[in-house]
């Protein structure tokens, strides 16, 4: 069964970190470009991070630059997600997902075939 996991979410005050993680099972990350997701409460699910097979490219959403930092360890089949300086308005469940257009570090979401089931973080004093 391919699976993707997140893991890392949580209760965090503003100006904190957390790292995220996302980890597959079924099936090796190598040649799939990773994008992180987020949907806060209300609001349409937005492409945060996301990058390419090799790791070589990556590309961010304004409101994260840089504060959040993607990357990958092959190795291990995970890709991270360092979120520093959090913010309330980045409270939200988010989701990694796989892209076979390894080579691209899209966040089109279109072009995502699988997907993990999400992870929440709030961000609150």
């Known amino acids: 069964q391919l699976q993707l996991v997140e893991s890392g979410g949580g209760l965090v005050q503003p100006g904190g970190s957390l790292r995220l993680s996302c980890t597959a099972s079924?099936?090796?990350?190598?040649?799939?470009?990773i994008g992180w997701f987020r949907q806060a409460p209300g609001k349409e699910r937005e492409g945060i991070a996301c990058?390419?097979?090799?790791?070589?490219?990556?590309n961010y959403a304004d409101s994260v630059k840089g504060r959040f930092t993607i990357s990958r360890d092959n190795a291990k089949n995970t890709v991270y997600l360092e979120m520093n300086s959090l913010k309330p308005e980045d409270t939200a469940v988010y989701y990694c997902a796989a892209d076979p257009h390894g080579d691209e570090a899209s966040m089109t979401e279109y072009e995502y075939l699988y997907w993990g089931q999400g992870t929440q973080v709030t961000v609150s004093s």
């Open positions: 079924g099936f090796t990350l190598d040649w799939y470009a």
């Open positions: 990058i390419s097979s090799s790791g070589g490219s990556t």
